[in-house]
């Protein structure tokens, strides 16, 4: 009986361990998983940006207006899901993690139509030339994580479609944007 008991203490000390999953970095830079409370892990989604350029009709009529530019990504929803009253933090894998994440990571909000998501990146006005940044970045606390990512949290987790863009301040060349997407709700 004793040694029954000593066999079921040690199993009971041991089984938490057993399950216990070690988070680490994605694989390539520019990828982004969301890490849920228990430590389990999800890609996020990936996808190519489309950008729209469009004129407002009064630039045609008068030549003063504004010129706005939107990043547009097919299907209105991600079929990534997190739970606004979750603690899930997300990890970016950038080129290293000596740059102020600030600068080169934005979560922002997207603007949902019944087959794509849009956020408007920038507006130009024709007649003063002043270009005001549109993107509704959502704010968040970011520590280095690993030995090139950064792991984010949210500052609030408000409902909706979000994207997540890394820049490089490195990058010279012509590759795709990939914006990773995730639904709040």
């Known amino acids: 009986m004793k040694k029954l008991f000593s066999v079921i203490v040690l199993l009971m000390f041991l089984c938490p361990f057993v399950n216990a999953q070690k988070v680490t970095e994605p694989e390539f830079v520019g ?8 430590s389990s892990t999800i890609a996020l989604e990936k996808s190519t940006i ?10 045609y009529l008068t030549g003063i207006g504004s010129v706005k530019t939107k990043i547009k990504v097919d299907w209105a929803h991600s ?16 080129v290293d993690n000596n740059t102020d994440p600030i600068a080169i990571i934005s ?12 956020a408007e990146l ?13 993107l509704k970045r959502l704010s ?29 301040p490195n990058n010279r060349d012509e ?5 990773s997407c995730f639904s709040i709700q």
């Open 31 to 38: 990828e982004c998983v969301a890490v849920n409370p228990d």
């Open 79 to 94: 079929p990534v899901i997190l739970k606004s009253n979750d603690d899930f933090k997300i990890i970016v894998k950038a």
């Open 140 to 168: 968040y606390t970011a520590k280095k994580f690993g030995t090139s990512s950064y792991i984010l949290t949210l500052t609030q987790k408000p409902v909706g479609e979000y994207g997540i863009i890394i820049r490089n």
């Open 107 to 118: 979560v922002f909000k997207f603007d949902v139509s019944s087959n794509s998501r849009k």
């Open 175 to 179: 590759k795709n944007v990939i914006v």
């Open 50 to 59: 489309k950008l729209q350029t469009k004129n407002g009709a009064s630039v």
């Open 122 to 134: 920038a507006s130009v006005s024709t007649f003063g030339g002043s270009t005001e940044n549109k």
